[in-house]
């Protein structure tokens, strides 16, 4: 599979071809070789490949969603999730089977199934498991554009009432921006394949050596003026939801506008791997010298103050807030406004309603979260008068002080799962026990315009009725079952600021009914009551 990065001049030919409609930014080639299968296919003809499966949702895909939408009598994908088929990949694959529809047909109900077993099972995955039909609404327009997402009529609703909240959205060219591109941060083995042997041996250049980014206390004894072009660089492993650790390395930020012509030492650093900055394309055209960063971003995103550096790649979506300096290469995303409480922000994106958002809205790759740029720019932002705004920075802060990243499993005593449940595991089956507490909440307009929702509690009896057969998704009815019959005797173990500050996240009021209160036994806490 051929990507755009590092084709420039294949996409160019190809986008000034005739089939520059079927083309886009940061495509994959072979989205355009889909389109010219389909336009080849006879009616009732079928197309049958393995891809990846980012197609679904990427930017860059939105012309083959369309074509797909607008040409398939039949659409029927199977997604391997998290399991590589195919050893040698480097991707999570899936298949797509596409029936070109005859004359005066209608929108397809595409067919989706997700396997999420081990590597033995996927034979018996492919030959029993069923397909689930999710219908698509009339006009198709934004399932091409945001990306096609399957999920129950229950997911759904709350999906909808989320963005019926919205009362806030980032500016993607003011308040975000990708982290710096060094290029490169330290030399690899595929950079020193473009070298000459004789260039490798003369300048001593070895694989793995920093060129950008070095340990701290590497530069000991760097002159004062020079010590400004050394900035703090935060990796992912140090981001966690309510903490963030020092940093361990340092970027040489060298850049057209800062006077890096004063950097000696640094400069004198630099000029061993030399050779490797001159084949930059931007370097090749004279936009920059070899010794600045290729993308060094507007620096006012990284300087002190509140901010938000969001993991890219992340076993649940990881928003961690700062008023320090902070650096970060392309493995972030950095959010900085001031319109909105930065504090506030980063508790909301963290919270685990938004998880179960960016799960069923927003980009996976395999079990991870994909936090790109569009899916951040597309979350229902709500934004709450100044009194709740100020009790969420409290709670946060309380969160902050007793953090343990080591436990990011259960978050400590202060986010405990409710019943010692898995959140992942069971928002990844529907989230039965979150939606139950969601879907009958009508939506109610106040005098501020803001939107709140209201919602009767209902306790979530062991006898879960069988879904629908839209509502199915694969579901297993025995496994929530299960998790849910063991609800009167594991109860919630958090402390009650994190309940309130789950509460006040989700702009609900939880209240316990008279009715249940009577019901539980008299060690049963009003607190696990609400939850």
């Known amino acids: 599979f051929v990507g755009e990065k590092g084709n420039k001049e294949l996409f160019d030919r190809l986008k000034s071809s005739p089939l520059a409609s079927y083309c886009s930014s940061r495509m994959d080639y072979w989205y355009v070789f889909a389109c010219v299968g389909l336009d080849a296919l006879k009616q009732g003809g079928v197309m049958h490949l393995v891809v990846p499966n980012r197609w679904m949702a990427n930017a860059g895909a939105v012309p083959l969603r369309r074509k797909l939408l607008e040409d398939c009598g039949l659409l029927r994908l199977s997604d391997f999730g ?78 909808e009432k989320m963005e019926r909240c919205r009362n806030f959205r980032l500016d993607a060219a003011k308040e975000m921006t990708q982290g710096i591109v060094p290029n490169p941060d330290v030399v690899s083995a595929r950079a020193l394949e473009s070298l000459v042997p004789e260039a490798v041996q003369r300048s001593g250049v070895r694989r793995g050596e920093g060129v950008f980014v070095v340990p701290q206390g590497y530069f000991n004894r760097l002159p004062a003026v020079e010590r400004r072009f050394l900035k703090p660089l935060y990796e992912p492993a140090l981001a966690g939801r309510y903490a963030l650790k020092a940093p361990e390395k340092v970027l040489l930020y060298l850049t057209p506008s800062n006077g890096s012509e004063q950097a000696v030492t640094l400069l004198r650093h630099l000029e061993k791997f030399r050779p490797l900055m001159e084949a ?119 969160l902050t002080a007793r953090y343990c990243p080591e436990g990011e499993a259960c978050q400590n005593e202060e986010e405990q799962p409710v019943g010692g449940r898995n959140d992942t595991q069971e928002l990844r089956r529907g989230s039965p026990w979150i939606l139950e507490a969601l879907q009958d909440g009508p939506v109610k307009e106040n005098n501020d315009a803001q939107a709140q929702v209201t919602v009767t509690p ?74």
């Open 280 to 398: 930059r394309r931007e370097t090749r055209m004279g936009r920059m010298k070899y010794y600045h960063v290729h993308w060094p971003r507007k620096e006012r995103f990284f300087l002190p103050g509140p901010k938000i550096l969001a993991v890219r790649k992340c076993a649940r979506p990881t928003f961690s807030y700062t008023e320090d300096e902070a650096y970060v290469m392309m493995a972030f995303n950095v959010i900085r406004t001031e319109r909105v409480s930065m504090k506030y922000l980063a508790a909301l994106f963290n919270s685990r309603l938004m998880q179960f958002w960016f799960l069923r809205r927003g980009k996976m790759q395999g079990d991870f979260f994909q936090m790109d740029t569009a899916p951040i720019l597309r979350v229902p932002i709500r934004v709450p008068g100044l009194s709740v705004l100020r009790e969420v920075e409290e709670l946060a802060d309380t």
């Open 458 to 531: 209902r306790r979530v009896e062991a006898g879960v009725p069988k879904p629908s057969d839209s509502d199915a998704q694969g579901r297993k009815i025995k496994d929530q079952q299960d998790d849910l019959g063991n609800e009167e005797e594991g109860g919630y173990s958090g402390k009650k600021d994190s309940l309130h500050l789950f509460r006040v996240l989700h702009g609900r009021q939880f209240s316990p009914r008279k009715s249940d209160r009577d019901d539980d036994s008299a060690d049963k806490t009003e607190d696990e009551g609400e939850e």
């Open 82 to 159: 998290a399991c590589r088929v195919f050893e040698a990949a480097r991707v999570h694959t899936m298949t797509v089977l596409a029936e070109r529809k005859g004359d005066g047909g209608g929108l397809p109900v595409p067919e989706y199934r997700r396997f999420c077993g081990p590597m033995e099972e996927v034979e018996s995955f492919l030959e029993h498991e069923p397909y689930c039909r999710f219908s698509l609404p009339e006009d198709t327009g934004a399932c091409a554009k945001e990306g096609l997402f399957f999920c129950s009529a229950a997911e759904w609703n709350v999906l």
